[in-house]
C-alpha cells in the first residue's frame, strides 16, 4: 500500500534514531494516520500530529516497484509525482525531489558524500532489504546536511516477532521484449530471522544479475562509460540485524550493511546522431580501465529506551564508507605530458568517502502540561573525502574533512483537544571543513611569479615576456578550515476543525553544502586561500507551505503549493571540457502538488491519481533578476499519475500509468525542451500454499522514449543521447517459511 500522510513540509529537528523494530511495518496495521509513526520524523509521535509532507511506500508497494523496475530509486521516483524521472543509469545526477536535491538514509544514516557528491547515494542497498520508505518532503534540517529537496529514509527490515526461525526467499527473472539471453537477468535473495526471548536477529544476502537493456525498437540502450551504468552488472549484498531487549522499555540493536554493484563491461558505446533522432546503442566489445562500480559498508548501533524517567531516550552510533569508481578516457582534464606527451593518457576517478557520526535526544511530554511534548538533543557528524585517478594515483580532489556538532530543541503543543496544532524548533549548525595545502591537476596557465619579484619565473631576460607562456603545470592552492554557523528554525500550525479536514500552513529551513570537490579540483587561478574562497559557503535553503487535505469515507485528497529560495545557491553547469563545474546562483522554485485516492464500491478497488507542477528560476546572467529558467539537470518535468489497484484473496493486481508532460525552457535554444512521453507498466499477483508468484512488466506498451535528462540535458552531445527502456517483463517467486 501506498500511504500519503499529507501534512505541511515542517523540518522538525528531532533526534529519534530510527530503530524501525518497533515500528509498524505495514501501513494494513495501521489504518489511520495516528498509527501511523514515521521513523525519518525522529519523534514517537504519530504522524497526524506533525506538520509535515510524508508519503510512505508500505512492503507491499515496494515490493511492486522494484519488480517492475529494479530499484528503490526507480521505484520511488515511479510514485511520487514531484520526484524527478530517473536518469536509468547508476548516476542519481540531476535527480531531484520538489527541484531540489533530497538525501538519502538508511535507518536515518546519511548516504550522500557531500564534500563531492559522487551521485551513487541511491544504490547502496539491496531493496530485498527494505521493509518501507519513508519520503518526507522540503527543505528541512531532520538528518543534518543534505535534505534540501526532503528526506528518503529506508528502514531496514526486522526480526521475526515470535521464538523461533523465520525465512523468506526470493527467486526472480528479468528479459526484455524478445527474450535475448543477452538482455536476460536474475535476481536470488535469502533472509533468515530468529528470535528466542530478549535476543533476536535477521541475516541475509542477495546476488542480482543484469543483462543489457533494451529501448522501444528492440535496440541495445547505450551504456555510459563514465558516470557508470546499471545494465551490464552485478551487484553483491549481505545484511545482518541483532537486537536485544535489555528490558521491557529497553533495547539495543546492531545493524551492519554491505553493498556492491559493479559494471561487467562487456559493452562499449556506439554513438547516436541527435539530429537524426538515432539515441546512442551499444555493441560488444572491451572496456578500457576498471568497470564502474559502487561499494557501501555501513554499521550501526542504537540504545533506546521508550520508558526512561517518562520518556522516550535514544542514542545511535554508525560508521560507514563508500568507494565509487567511475568510468575513464582520454580527457583533456586528465592529461600530463611528464607522463604521456601524446597527449593520450587514459585515466578514471574513483571517491573515496567515510563517515563517523552520533545523535543523541530525549523526549517527554511536559509534566502537568501533557499536551506539550518537547524534544532536545544533539548529533554529530564527521566525513572525510577524496577523489583520485585510480590509473596514475594522482589526487584530484584532496582529502577534505566535514565535521558538523548540532544541538537541537523542538516542541509540539496540542490546543482545544487537538483542533489546532503548534510546532517549532531551533537547531543550532556549526560546520567546519578542513582542506590541507594540495595541487591540482596540471593544466594550461600562465608561469606564476613564486619569488615575489614582479616578473615571470620564466622571464629570464627580464624583458616582461615570459618565455613560455602557456605552461603544463599545476595549480598550488593554499589550504585552510573555512566555517560557518547558523540557527535553523521552523514552524508551522494544522488546523482540524472536522474529523478528516485538515489546513496547515509551515515555515522550515534546510542545507546543505555546494560540491566542494567539484569546487577545488577546477581552481584555475594563482594565490587562492581556501579560507577566503567565496564558493565554500553553504545552501540555506527554506521551504514554505500551505495545503488542505480531505480524509474520510472512500476518499482521501490533497492539495498543497509551496514555494522555496535559497540567495546563495548550487546548480551544476556544463564545461567545455564536458565536466559539470558548481555555480553558485540564487534560486526560486515553486509548486503544485494534488493527490486523490478512491476506494470504489467494487471491493479491493481503489483509484488514484497525483499531479505535480514545479517552476524553477535562476539569475544566470549579468541583469541579477531571477527570471532564467533552470534547466533539465535542475528541475523536473510536471507529472500526471494514474493507478488502479485491486486485491481479492489471493489475487493482487496494479495498472499504472506516468504521464511525464513537455517542458520549454526560456534559453537561446529550442534543443533543451523537453517533448514528454508517457509509460504504462502492470503487475499481477498470486499466493499460493508455496509462495505468492508474481509478474510484472515495465513499459507494457513497449513506448520509444528519449530519457528527460538525454532530451535537455548535453544536447550537442550524441554520446549522451540515451532511449529509455523497452517493454521488460520480471517473473518471481516469494517464499516465507
Given at each position: 500500500m501506498f500511504v500519503r500522510?499529507?501534512?505541511?513540509?515542517?523540518?522538525?529537528?528531532?533526534?529519534?534514531?530510527?530503530?524501525?523494530?518497533?515500528?509498524?511495518?505495514?501501513?494494513?496495521?495501521?489504518?489511520?494516520d495516528a498509527e501511523i509513526i514515521v521513523s525519518a520524523a525522529r519523534t514517537r509521535l504519530p504522524a497526524s500530529a506533525l506538520p509535515l509532507t510524508i508519503d510512505i511506500v508500505d512492503a507491499e508497494a515496494l515490493q511492486q516497484q522494484v519488480q517492475i523496475s529494479g530499484s528503490t530509486v526507480?521505484?520511488?521516483?515511479?510514485?511520487?509525482?514531484?520526484?524527478?524521472?530517473?536518469?536509468?543509469?547508476?548516476?542519481?545526477?540531476?535527480?531531484?525531489?520538489?527541484?531540489?536535491?533530497?538525501?538519502?538514509?538508511?535507518?536515518?544514516?546519511?548516504?550522500?558524500?557531500?564534500?563531492?557528491?559522487?551521485?551513487?547515494?541511491?544504490?547502496?542497498?539491496?531493496?530485498f532489504f527494505i521493509d518501507r520508505v519513508e519520503v518526507i518532503y522540503g527543505s528541512n534540517a531532520l538528518q543534518g546536511i543534505g535534505g534540501t529537496g526532503g528526506v528518503v529514509n529506508q528502514v531496514t527490515v526486522g526480526a521475526p516477532k515470535e521464538d523461533g526461525v523465520a525465512t523468506r526467499t526470493l527467486l526472480q527473472a528479468t528479459a526484455a521484449d524478445g527474450f535475448d539471453g543477452a538482455a536476460m537477468g536474475g535476481k536470488l535473495g535469502t533472509l533468515a530471522g530468529y528470535r528466542s526471548g530478549a535476543f533476536d536477529a535477521a541475516v541475509g544476502a542477495t546476488f542480482e544479475r543484469r543483462g543489457a537493456y533494451r529501448d522501444g525498437h528492440g535496440n541495445n540502450i547505450g551504456v555510459d562509460g563514465t558516470q557508470g551504468e546499471v545494465q551490464d552488472s552485478d551487484s553483491w549484498s549481505v545484511f545482518g540485524r541483532f537486537g536485544y531487549q535489555l528490558s521491557p522499555s529497553a533495547r539495543l540493536e546492531l545493524i551492519a550493511n554491505r553493498f556492491e554493484l559493479e559494471g561487467n563491461g562487456h559493452y562499449v558505446l556506439v554513438?547516436?546522431?541527435?539530429?537524426?533522432?538515432?539515441?546512442?546503442?551499444?555493441?560488444?566489445?572491451?572496456?578500457?580501465?576498471?568497470?564502474?562500480?559502487?561499494?557501501?559498508?555501513?554499521?550501526?548501533?542504537?540504545?533506546?529506551?521508550?520508558?526512561?524517567?517518562?520518556?522516550?531516550?535514544?542514542?545511535?552510533?554508525?560508521?560507514?564508507?563508500?568507494?565509487?569508481?567511475?568510468?575513464?578516457?582520454?580527457?583533456?582534464?586528465?592529461?600530463?605530458?611528464?607522463?604521456?606527451?601524446?597527449?593520450?593518457?587514459?585515466?578514471?576517478?574513483?571517491?573515496?568517502?567515510r563517515k563517523v557520526g552520533g545523535k543523541i535526544s530525549y523526549e517527554r511530554a511536559v509534566p502537568g502540561v501533557e499536551d506539550l511534548t518537547v524534544t532536545a538533543g544533539f548529533d554529530a557528524l564527521f566525513d572525510r573525502t577524496e577523489q583520485?585517478?585510480?590509473?596514475?594515483?594522482?589526487?584530484?580532489?584532496?582529502?577534505?574533512?566535514?565535521?558538523?556538532?548540532?544541538?537541537?530543541?523542538?516542541?509540539?503543543?496540542?490546543?482545544?483537544?487537538?483542533?489546532?496544532?503548534?510546532?517549532?524548533?531551533?537547531r543550532y549548525?556549526?560546520?567546519?571543513?578542513?582542506?590541507?595545502?594540495?595541487?591540482?591537476?596540471?593544466?594550461?596557465?600562465?608561469?606564476?611569479?613564486?619569488?615575489?619579484?614582479?616578473?615571470?619565473?620564466?622571464?629570464?631576460?627580464?624583458?616582461?615576456?615570459?618565455?613560455?607562456?602557456?605552461?603544463?603545470?599545476?595549480?598550488?592552492?593554499?589550504?585552510?578550515?573555512?566555517?560557518?554557523?547558523?540557527?535553523?528554525?521552523?514552524?508551522g500550525v494544522i488546523v482540524e476543525p472536522i474529523e478528516g479536514l485538515r489546513a496547515y500552513g509551515s515555515y522550515a529551513e534546510g542545507y546543505t553544502i555546494a560540491d566542494v570537490g567539484r569546487i577545488l579540483r577546477g581552481i584555475s587561478e594563482e594565490n587562492v586561500d581556501v579560507d577566503n574562497y567565496?564558493?565554500?559557503e553553504p545552501v540555506i535553503s527554506n521551504n514554505r507551505e500551505i495545503g488542505l487535505e480531505w480524509k474520510?469515507?472512500?476518499?482521501?485528497?490533497?492539495?498543497?503549493?509551496?514555494?522555496?529560495?535559497?540567495?546563495?545557491?548550487?546548480l551544476l553547469v556544463l564545461g567545455e571540457d564536458g565536466i559539470f563545474s558548481v555555480s553558485r546562483q540564487p534560486i526560486r522554485i515553486e509548486g503544485l502538488e494534488a493527490n486523490l485516492s478512491w476506494r470504489t464500491p467494487l471491493p479491493g478497488l481503489t483509484l488514484s491519481a497525483a499531479y505535480s507542477d514545479i517552476q524553477g528560476q535562476t539569475a544566470g546572467d549579468e541583469d541579477g533578476l531571477i527570471d532564467d529558467d533552470l534547466d533539465g539537470a535542475n528541475i523536473s518535468p510536471d507529472r500526471l499519475n494514474l493507478a488502479a489497484d485491486y486485491r481479492n484473496g489471493p489475487f493482487s493486481a496494479r495498472l499504472q500509468s506516468r504521464f511525464y508532460l513537455s517542458r520549454s525552457f526560456n534559453d537561446a535554444s529550442t534543443e533543451t525542451d523537453f517533448e514528454g512521453y508517457t509509460l504504462l507498466d502492470a503487475y499481477l499477483a498470486y499466493q499460493t500454499g508455496v509462495g505468492e508468484f508474481a509478474l510484472a512488466v515495465q513499459n507494457l506498451t513497449d513506448a520509444f522514449y528519449v530519457t528527460y535528462d538525454s532530451d535537455t540535458v548535453r544536447t550537442n552531445d550524441d554520446s549522451r543521447f540515451f532511449a529509455g527502456r523497452g517493454r521488460t517483463f520480471t517473473l518471481s517467486w516469494r517464499g516465507a517459511f
Open positions: 500522510v499529507s501534512l505541511p513540509a515542517l523540518a522538525v529537528a528531532l533526534a529519534w534514531p530510527t530503530v524501525a523494530a518497533a515500528q509498524p511495518t505495514n501501513t494494513d496495521d495501521a489504518e489511520t526507480d521505484a520511488v521516483s515511479a510514485l511520487l509525482p514531484s520526484f524527478s524521472p530517473t536518469r536509468e543509469k547508476l548516476s542519481g545526477s540531476g535527480e531531484s525531489l520538489r527541484g531540489r536535491s533530497p538525501l538519502y538514509a538508511i535507518n536515518g544514516i546519511p548516504q550522500s558524500t557531500p564534500i563531492r557528491d559522487g551521485s551513487r547515494d541511491g544504490y547502496t542497498i539491496d531493496p554513438p547516436g546522431d541527435r539530429d537524426r533522432g538515432i539515441p546512442a546503442s551499444s555493441e560488444r566489445g572491451t572496456i578500457e580501465g576498471d568497470p564502474p562500480s559502487n561499494r557501501a559498508e555501513l554499521l550501526s548501533a542504537a540504545l533506546t529506551d521508550d520508558d526512561l524517567g517518562g520518556g522516550t531516550f535514544a542514542l545511535q552510533g554508525f560508521f560507514s564508507r563508500t568507494r565509487d569508481v567511475f568510468g575513464g578516457g582520454a580527457f583533456a582534464t586528465f592529461q600530463d605530458p611528464a607522463i604521456d606527451p601524446n597527449g593520450q593518457l587514459f585515466d578514471q576517478s574513483a571517491n573515496l568517502s583520485y585517478l585510480v590509473q596514475t594515483g594522482r589526487t584530484w580532489v584532496p582529502q577534505t574533512d566535514f565535521r558538523s556538532l548540532a544541538p537541537f530543541a523542538q516542541a509540539n503543543l496540542a490546543l482545544f483537544d487537538g483542533v489546532v496544532r503548534l510546532a517549532g524548533g531551533l549548525e556549526d560546520v567546519r571543513l578542513k582542506v590541507g595545502d594540495f595541487e591540482t591537476l596540471s593544466h594550461y596557465g600562465r608561469n606564476p611569479d613564486h619569488d615575489g619579484d614582479g616578473r615571470n619565473d620564466e622571464d629570464d631576460n627580464g624583458d616582461g615576456i615570459p618565455d613560455n607562456l602557456d605552461t603544463y603545470r599545476p595549480v598550488f592552492v593554499s589550504g585552510g578550515s573555512p566555517s560557518f554557523n547558523d540557527v535553523l528554525w521552523n514552524g567565496l564558493a565554500l474520510r469515507g472512500p476518499i482521501d485528497a490533497g492539495i498543497s503549493y509551496f514555494w522555496s529560495s535559497s540567495d546563495l545557491g548550487s
